[in-house]
């Protein structure tokens, strides 16, 4: 049983450049979430899909947005990069609201230079 | 707005022996669940426990146990005979108990655990 696959594992882009980074979900399940872990920090909550829509959003500005298909992967991207957007970009998938807890992919490392 | 505290950035054990790694957090929030997230070098989390508030009684899994101290919103993580693998970073997590719009973790930041062989 596939778990969370992220893609790429690892990307380096240059400031005010634009990236798309790619999640496909637990098989069985059907909201994904995305978080930012910046190094030596927890994760931060960027937002969450359900049925194609965003549901939830955390305290990130508006050149964050993202994308879940139907068949429940999903895409964050992220225009005019900054380098403070370097960080560790997690992924994680849930059935419905994610009371038995969530599962993570191992995450797309940006490097922004 | 739900907090969630980890006071101890770093902390080191001996091969076979227990450690405790604490926790805290505020809420107004009456119910919720808690969790321990372990992160390896690998850098994919994976959930090692998880706490309802309303249970009294305290999770276990293994050798993994939770100290919940609902009034004193804390909520440490033992790990008894500590293994080479268990050396990771540890997170611990908030989550409400509403739906929808409130379903995101909130995580600390996190404690680094050795394991001395």
């Known amino acids: 049983d596939a778990g969370v696959t992220q893609s790429p594992t690892h990307l380096i882009k240059t400031r005010g450049q634009q990236v798309t980074l790619r999640c496909s979900p637990k098989s069985g399940h059907d909201t994904v979430s995305w978080y930012q872990q910046a190094l030596g920090q927890g994760p931060q909550f960027i937002f969450q899909?359900?049925?194609?829509?965003?549901?939830q959003r955390g305290n990130f500005p508006d050149r964050f947005s993202g994308h879940q298909f139907p068949n429940y992967s999903s895409e964050l991207n992220v225009n005019a990069l900054l380098l403070g957007d370097s960080a560790l970009y997690l992924c994680?998938?849930?059935?419905?609201?994610?009371?038995?807890?969530?599962?993570f992919g191992s995450g797309t490392r940006l490097t922004v230079v | 707005a739900q907090t969630v505290t980890q006071s101890q950035p770093e902390m080191s054990v001996q091969e076979a022996e227990t450690v405790t790694l604490s926790c805290t957090y505020d809420?107004?929030?009456?119910?919720?669940?808690l969790f321990w997230y372990k992160q390896p070098p690998s850098r994919q989390m994976i959930l090692v426990i998880r706490?309802?508030?309303?249970?009294?009684q305290n999770a276990t899994e293994n050798r993994f146990s939770v100290n919940f101290q609902k009034a004193a919103k804390s909520f440490s993580l033992k790990i008894s005979d500590s293994q080479l693998g268990d050396a990771a970073m540890y997170f611990c997590a908030y989550r409400s108990v509403f739906t929808g719009a409130n379903s995101k973790l909130t995580f600390g930041k996190g404690i680094t655990l050795s394991v001395r062989p």
């Open positions: 706490q309802e508030a309303y249970k009294q």
């Open positions: 809420t107004s929030e009456s119910d919720y669940y």
């Open positions: 899909y359900y049925e194609e829509e965003e549901r």
């Open positions: 994680a998938s849930s059935r419905g609201q994610g009371y038995d807890g969530y599962t």
